[in-house]
């Protein structure tokens, strides 16, 4: 692969503004700029380049851990707040990175984000049932019999048979902490409405055994291999 493309496919722009950029000087390798924009790469994955003094991991494909903020619209065309891709940087939105489900514009925590087409239908899917743990601030003090109801199953609008979560504890008089296998549309917040409650507040703690750690709210970091053991990825069966 010749560098101009390498650049390109790394989301850096068109053919030709990548090999503007090289030929200006402001991209470098290893061993020091480079201005041929026909510099064979032999092995792309695991190369660094470096533009205009940034150095970004050469991958063939992203997976993002993000602690979204409130006010943040999980859409590339969001109509009442700022799309929540704008937390990344220029060239991994270029190369068309997407949320991974979508939590509403109030809820913060959790959120994957990835250009891999099956990463994203696996953990999208509602087949495959994969844990999301919220915690949850409601209005009124909890009582055993909501949290019963949550865990016994709440009939919502339109669905056909009760939803029941996978788990649901107190964690104190206004806090739940709720594990659902679903990623219907306003789920949590219908859920306990159904079981008496109102929710005030939501935050994604966990997706499968993946937590977010000690990142901070509106920052990001790429998944490791520890990240997917967490998440059980890539399912047994499928090839990585």
């Not at 409130?70 to 940087?89: I, K």
């Amino acid at each position: 692969m010749e560098l101009e493309r390498l650049l390109h496919s790394q989301g850096f722009g068109s053919r030709k503004g990548c090999r503007a950029l090289i030929e200006a000087g402001r991209v470098a390798l290893a061993d020091g700029v480079c201005l041929n924009p026909k510099t064979p790469i032999a092995q792309p994955e695991g190369l660094t380049v470096w533009v205009d003094g940034q150095a970004w991991p050469v991958c063939a494909q992203l997976y993002l851990l993000l602690h979204k903020p409130a006010g943040y619209e999980c859409s590339r065309a969001p109509q009442h707040h700022v799309p929540v891709l704008n937390l990344l940087p220029a060239p991994y939105r270029e190369r068309g990175v997407q949320p991974v489900g979508r939590l509403d514009a109030d809820t913060t925590g959790l959120l994957l984000l990835s250009d891999d087409g099956r990463f994203i239908h696996h953990f999208t899917s509602p087949r495959r049932h994969v844990a999301k743990t919220y915690a949850v601030t409601v209005r009124h003090p909890l009582d055993d019999a909501q949290l019963t109801a949550l865990c016994n199953g709440v009939q919502l609008h339109d669905e056909p048979a009760p939803l029941a979560a996978l788990a649901c504890a107190r964690r104190d008089e206004h806090t739940l902490l709720l594990t659902i296998g679903e990623g219907k549309y306003h789920q949590v917040k219908r859920m306990v409405a159904a079981a008496g409650n109102r929710v005030e507040a939501l935050h994604r703690e966990a997706m499968a055994e993946l937590t977010l750690g000690e990142l901070p709210p509106g920052q990001w970091r790429t998944l490791t291999a520890a990240d997917f053991a967490l998440l059980g990825w890539p399912p047994a069966g499928h090839p990585a």
